[in-house]
């Protein structure tokens, strides 16, 4: 399958350490740096035609955000990273406290704002609070990663603007109700993305995800909206290069 974009991955877990080329399986990757995972690595990767970079400071850490901000700057910096994430709110597993990520979370959209950038979102139990912060902040674009809401909270983010990626939890069988949110959804305002080394989908469950396994997701979502997966390939390809601002003439 031509023109796959995996629009989150991990790339500098260990994991993914011995995958044969950086973005094996897909086009193009955007390679999502945490800072205090290795800047130099993080730059190294970028050395790569076909990688590009995403760096912010996940809920999860929130609390070390004062440690860590000179690294973001710094990553940021670099012309090849071409969003700021991911960042947002996680009140599912509370690693920092929830104030704490609230201030972090504003304090990187504001970053995105002053440096004209897009901004991947990661929420989960927080899709209200998440939606009035952004409202708030107005960042100009905005991704919502590893969508798995309802329809109605697809329709709240569409009539935003907003993009969502559709990552492997779509293809889970217990998934319906994520399944008709994606059957609804604009296509022209999906992405695709592995999460990898994170959330195998069907039929590599159990197994190191991969950017190779993009082509089981986009082949669910195809099945979903009645058309071939090339279109879908070839639809979130182009939406991917318009909301991370990268010249078509960047495609293999």
Same mark, same amino acid.
Do not use: W
């Given at each position: 399958?031509?023109?796959?974009?995996?629009?989150?991955?991990? =790339?500098?877990?260990?994991?993914?350490?011995?995958?044969?080329?950086? /973005?094996?399986?897909?086009?193009?990757?955007?390679?999502?740096?945490?800072?205090? +995972?290795?800047?130099?690595?993080?730059?190294?990767?970028?050395?790569?035609?076909? %990688?590009?970079?995403?760096?912010?400071?996940?809920?999860?850490? /929130?609390?070390?955000?004062?440690?860590?901000?000179?690294?973001? %700057?710094?990553?940021?910096?670099?012309?090849?990273?071409?969003? =700021?994430?991911?960042?947002?709110?996680?009140?599912?597993?509370?690693?920092?406290?929830?104030?704490?990520?609230?201030?972090?979370?504003?304090?990187? =959209?504001?970053?995105?704002?002053?440096?004209?950038?897009? #901004?991947? %979102?990661?929420?989960?139990?927080?899709? +209200?609070?998440?939606?009035?912060?952004?409202?708030?902040?107005?960042?100009?674009?905005?991704?919502?990663?590893?969508?798995?809401?309802?329809?109605?909270?697809?329709?709240?983010? %569409?009539?935003?603007?907003?993009?969502?990626?559709?990552?492997?939890?779509?293809?889970?069988?217990?998934?319906?109700?994520? /399944?008709?949110?994606?059957?609804?959804?604009?296509?022209?305002?999906?992405?695709?993305?592995?999460?990898?080394?994170?959330?195998s989908p069907?039929?590599?469950?159990?197994?190191?995800?991969?950017?190779?396994?993009?082509?089981?997701?986009?082949?669910? #979502?195809?099945?979903?909206?009645?058309?071939?997966?090339?279109e879908v390939?070839?639809?979130?390809?182009?939406?991917? =290069?318009?909301?991370?601002?990268?010249?078509?003439?960047?495609?293999?």
């Open positions: 399958m031509k023109n796959l974009f995996d629009t989150h991955a991990h =790339l500098l877990d260990r994991r993914l350490r011995n995958i044969k080329g950086a /973005a094996a399986g897909v086009n193009r990757a955007i390679c999502v740096f945490q800072p205090g +995972e290795g800047l130099e690595e993080y730059r190294l990767i970028l050395r790569e035609k076909s %990688i590009f970079g995403a760096a912010g400071v996940h809920p999860h850490s /929130a609390k070390d955000f004062q440690l860590l901000e000179k690294e973001l %700057i710094l990553a940021l910096e670099h012309p090849k990273t071409v969003a =700021l994430g991911e960042t947002g709110l996680d009140f599912y597993y509370d690693n920092s406290p929830r104030d704490i990520q609230e201030e972090v979370f504003i304090r990187q =959209l504001r970053i995105a704002c002053e440096i004209n950038l897009p #901004v991947i %979102i990661h929420s989960r139990d927080a899709f +209200e609070k998440t939606l009035r912060i952004l409202d708030e902040t107005a960042p100009a674009s905005v991704l919502i990663h590893c969508f798995t809401g309802t329809a109605e909270e697809m329709r709240r983010y %569409i009539e935003r603007g907003f993009y969502i990626a559709v990552g492997g939890v779509v293809t889970f069988p217990s998934a319906s109700g994520l /399944a008709g949110a994606v059957k609804e959804a604009p296509l022209e305002r999906v992405l695709l993305e592995t999460d990898c080394p994170y959330m069907v039929p590599m469950r159990g197994k190191t995800n991969t950017p190779d396994n993009l082509k089981y997701i986009a082949s669910r #979502v195809a099945e979903l909206k009645s058309i071939t997966a090339e390939a070839l639809r979130t390809y182009e939406n991917a =290069l318009k909301f991370f601002r990268i010249e078509s003439n960047d495609k293999k």
